[in-house]
């Protein structure tokens, strides 16, 4: 699949030219200019009718998926698969009240959909976040009825995460349109989507958290088969602090300290000063980690101490 996907790249793409910075000459993209106004009282469009609007403009373009940075345009209707094998159908693993994210965040109502458009070899739940088919079949009307019952109950938030919820954008849509108005969202994502999909999410979402896995393309490479990848995220970053309220997660990676941390660190310090960061230590050498000798132990003390040692001299905003 990979070698199909490489020759379906565009001329921009070859060209160096990020196709993702721009809609795709395709019908199927023409009518998502038409719905980039956002939620609330100076619009009069309530997030609800926007999202339902703009989850049948999703679905049209599966036609020529672009949802992601890998910019496939695999016709997933038609059953063409991308490099994340995603249908035209989501699923879902996992669907509780959990207490194990941001203090800010919890108690929050989290939605696991399967799949994911990248294959980071210590992904903890990677047997269903690599596999679009994993799980139940995902009824946003039925989960939009959890997700209230969970909300009367204590939840303080909803969380739609994944594998990677990028690559579900219709259901997920369809999802939010289905949700209350005073709901507060959050959006769990590797922060490897597109322009279209960003155009796509703009105020369906209070909360982006959003990962910052490797500081450098070689580690993504190695680690996830993720060309590009630092350009991408840092690109997503920088729209969603502009667009919703931000947290950036990183977890350290033994052996990873210097090559993914520090330069995370220092980016997020120079160009998102005052961001909210979230520094987790918690690594397990997990799914397929034995097949990097160096992820095949936790964090160390002293990693540990040095990751918050250059937090603390890059004046990181950290939060638990």
Not at 153 to 182: K, Y
Not at 281 to 301: C, D, I, K, M, Y
Request: proline fraction near 6%; glycine fraction near 8%.
């Amino acid at each position: 699949m990979i070698c199909i996907a490489q020759e379906r790249r565009s001329p921009t793409r070859r060209a160096g030219v990020h196709a993702s910075a721009r809609l795709p000459n395709n019908p199927a993209y023409r009518g998502i200019e038409l719905q980039l106004l956002r939620p609330g009282p100076k619009t009069g469009a309530p997030r609800s009718v926007l999202a339902g609007e703009r989850a049948r403009i999703a679905r049209a373009m599966l036609a020529d998926c672009r949802f992601c940075a890998h910019d496939c345009g695999v016709n997933r209707l038609a059953g063409e698969n991308g490099l994340c094998h995603a249908g035209a159908v989501a699923r879902f693993f996992c669907a509780q009240t959990e207490v194990s994210d941001e203090l800010a965040l919890i108690p929050t109502f989290a939605v696991a959909l399967s799949g994911c458009d990248l294959r980071c070899d210590f992904c903890i739940t990677g047997a269903a976040s690599w596999n679009p088919r994993a799980g139940t079949g995902f009824n946003p009307r039925a989960m939009a009825e959890k997700a209230r019952a969970a909300l009367r109950n204590g939840a303080r938030t909803v969380m739609v995460l994944g594998g990677e919820p990028t690559i579900h954008l219709p259901a997920v849509l369809e999802f939010v349109s289905l949700l209350p108005e005073t709901a507060k969202l959050v959006w769990k994502t590797n922060a490897h989507g597109s322009a279209p999909a960003r155009k796509l999410l703009d105020g369906m979402f209070d909360v982006w958290l959003a990962d910052f896995k490797f500081g450098n393309d070689t580690c993504a490479q190695k680690l996830s088969k993720t060309p590009d990848y630092v350009r991408v995220v840092e690109e997503n970053l920088l729209w969603a602090r502009e667009h919703t309220d931000l947290i950036v997660r990183h977890l350290l990676m033994p052996g990873h300290i210097d090559c993914c941390w520090r330069p995370v660190a220092e980016w997020l310090a120079a160009r998102l000063p005052g961001i909210k960061v979230n520094l987790r230590s918690g690594f397990w050498p997990a799914w397929q980690s034995a097949r990097h000798a160096e992820l095949r132990r936790t964090v160390s003390n002293v990693e540990s101490e040095r990751a918050w040692q250059i937090a603390a001299v890059c004046g990181l905003n950290l939060i638990p």
